[in-house]
């Protein structure tokens, strides 16, 4: 059953065993339909906990607030609800996600010290721990969308311009320094572990798993609480957690607000626009002199 006759089938009943209002109804189908959207086709019945994570920090990374976000939370919870009685599913993956705190609009960050905790954290003598360190430093050096970041493909990075293209929500382009360090990291996967992992079959993806095909948002996702465990850090992550350490620590150096809004492609900013008067080479400076490893 696709998402548009599982929500139907949803409304239909809570309006018969419940009684709602028509505004009500409406409230709960308009959240349903958001998240069915940013599923992009995936079933709705197939997901779990992490989705549900990596969805509710998407929204909070946009900048949506926690009101909205807890009022979401609770549509999909009684949608979840309803199909666990049904039987159509046996777990709710709604189960042991919280509710946001109203007036707290971002996740927390972590601290320097714990992003390098968190960097050391893969082994990287083999191939696999090799692609997390550097995805790491990635996500780290350019507060990439986890989405943004295991899409990526070769012909969005440049390695004589030090940059990474991407085309964010909304289709709008931005350009974003990716710092030295990364960059080495970076070369150093292509041309090793990339390959060892790969064993000459083909990938248009750059971040490769072991089955030559590119990574999923939940999949990253269970890699980083893993070497967060590995590095001793007990602090609650989100998917967004390296990104929104990018932001904080930039602003910390003293980078202003705009350019990592800029930087970061936050939808309120006409990005494409803004990139046509800030040239690359002074975004790759600003990146250089505020990022703590550009």
């Not at 509710?56 to 009685?85: C, K, M, P, V």
């Not at 780290?140 to 295991?150: D, I, P, Q």
């Not at 003293?254 to 002074?282: C, K, N």
Request: glycine share 6%.
């Amino acid at each position: 059953m696709n998402a548009t006759a599982l929500i139907d089938q949803f409304l239909d009943a809570v309006w018969v065993e419940q009684g709602l209002s028509d505004n009500t109804l409406s409230a709960y189908g308009s959240d349903l339909r958001i998240f069915a959207k940013w599923l992009n086709g995936k079933p709705m019945l197939e997901v779990d906990g992490a989705a549900l994570s990596d969805f509710l920090s998407s929204r909070y990374d946009e900048q949506i607030s926690s009101r909205s976000t807890a009022r979401i939370l609770s549509s999909l919870r009684r949608f979840y609800g309803y199909y666990i009685r049904e039987n159509s599913i046996q777990i709710d993956p709604t189960a042991l996600i919280e509710s946001p705190h109203i007036g707290k609009p971002l996740p927390g960050s972590l601290s320097e010290q714990d992003v390098e905790l968190l960097l050391n954290a893969p082994e990287v003598t083999n191939a696999l721990g090799f692609r997390d360190r550097t995805m790491l430093e990635m996500l780290y050096a350019t507060g990439l969308r986890v989405s943004e970041l295991v899409n990526l493909k070769f012909e969005q990075i440049s390695f004589r311009q030090g940059v990474v293209r991407i085309i964010g929500k909304g289709n709008k382009e931005r350009l974003v320094p990716v710092g030295e360090e990364a960059m080495s990291w970076l070369e150093s996967y292509m041309n090793q572990a990339r390959k060892a992992i790969l064993h000459e079959r083909q990938c248009d993806y750059l971040f490769v798993t072991s089955r030559a095909e590119n990574m999923t948002r939940q999949a990253f996702w269970h890699i980083i609480k893993r070497h967060a465990k590995k590095a001793g850090i007990n602090k609650e992550l989100s998917p967004h957690t390296l990104r929104h350490a990018f932001a904080t620590h930039l602003l910390n150096h003293g980078a202003d607000l705009r350019v990592v809004q800029l930087l970061l492609g936050h939808s309120d900013l006409s990005t494409t626009q803004i990139y046509t008067h800030i040239a690359r080479e002074r975004l790759k400076e600003l990146h250089s002199k505020y990022h703590p490893r550009g």
